[in-house]
């Protein structure tokens, strides 16, 4: 053999820096393409629990609507179990108050309570929350009061103070129980379902597109109390974007019953919605409560 044929390099293997480039080549595309495929899932993931908000906002809209202006009558007449209507608001309630928030994932503090106050160093602790919510009520306050002496000023010496009393005792009890409906469960899937935005004042849009939705449904589910509506707007819208930042529920419900007690017994607008606006004798609080009607008489 030729000495110089041992020195010939082998045909039958490629060049070494052929093998490291095709090496490299290979590998290369799906590191490029894993973050993209990673974004996709998610917003994938995102769109689904947009949908699935807005799903849950329609059915709560439906039950809430369908259980008032047709099964409410039926149940005020005493041709309902009173039975089925706690199972439902019971039902309700705890699938709005407790699992949807847990399949959600939705932030503890969203719900307004403990965990918003975290021992007043959270958003919604009383010390930094409560002068908010104190001044959107005074000056809805003097926006009622001024009216009222605007128009009817002989309501604002006839007020009767006990009946006062005795609706305010009663208001903080439906406050309550309406904030939790509308600013922890409808308000977080509002929150949740409106996309938000990139760069300067996006989380500002995402709170007034936030608030100016829960305010709509707030004022919608005092249909067809047109006057009610018109106030029930205003309040929501202020305390729907004060919530966004400073989540405190008793200061909501607070807030909520003195304002409401104030149109009801001193402005004297009722507050009866539904089928039972026009028809107080049948209101359906009245059928599935016993001795709320020897309590509050005609309050509603």
Not at 152 to 177: C, D, M, S
């Amino acid at each position: 053999m030729d000495l110089r044929d041992s020195e010939r390099p082998s045909e039958e293997l490629p060049p070494a820096p052929v093998a490291v480039e095709e090496t490299i080549a290979a590998a290369a595309p799906p590191a490029v393409a894993l973050p993209n495929r990673r974004a996709r899932i998610l917003e994938a993931a995102l769109d689904r629990d947009r949908l699935w908000n807005l799903a849950e906002i329609a059915a709560a809209a439906g039950i809430y609507f369908g259980a008032l202006w047709i099964l409410g009558p039926l149940w005020a007449a005493g041709r309902g179990s009173i039975l089925a209507y706690w199972a439902l608001v019971f039902g309700c309630g705890f699938y709005m108050l407790r699992v949807a928030p847990a399949l959600h994932g939705d932030p503890p503090e969203w719900r307004g309570g403990p965990a918003a106050w975290a021992g007043g160093r959270g958003p919604g602790a009383f010390r930094t929350a409560a002068p908010a919510y104190g001044a959107l009520t005074a000056a809805l306050i003097a926006v009622l009061i001024a009216g009222i002496a605007g128009r009817r000023p002989a309501l604002l010496v006839a007020v009767e103070w006990n009946r006062v009393a005795v609706k305010f005792a009663g208001y903080l009890i439906f406050a309550w129980i309406q904030a939790a409906i509308f600013f922890v469960f409808l308000m977080s899937r509002v929150r949740s379902a409106l996309p938000r935005g990139e760069g300067p004042g996006a989380e500002t849009m995402h709170r007034a597109g936030t608030a100016l939705a829960t305010a709509g449904l707030f004022s919608l589910s005092h249909l067809p109390n047109g006057p009610l509506m018109a106030a029930a707007f205003p309040a929501a819208f202020g305390w729907a974007w004060i919530y966004y930042r400073r989540p405190n529920l008793p200061l909501v419900a607070l807030s909520h019953a003195i304002l409401g007690t104030l149109l009801s017994r001193v402005a004297l607008l009722y507050t009866r919605i539904g089928p039972f606006y026009a028809h107080p004798e049948g209101h359906l609080l009245q059928a599935v409560l016993p001795g709320l009607k020897q309590l509050f008489g005609g309050l509603f």
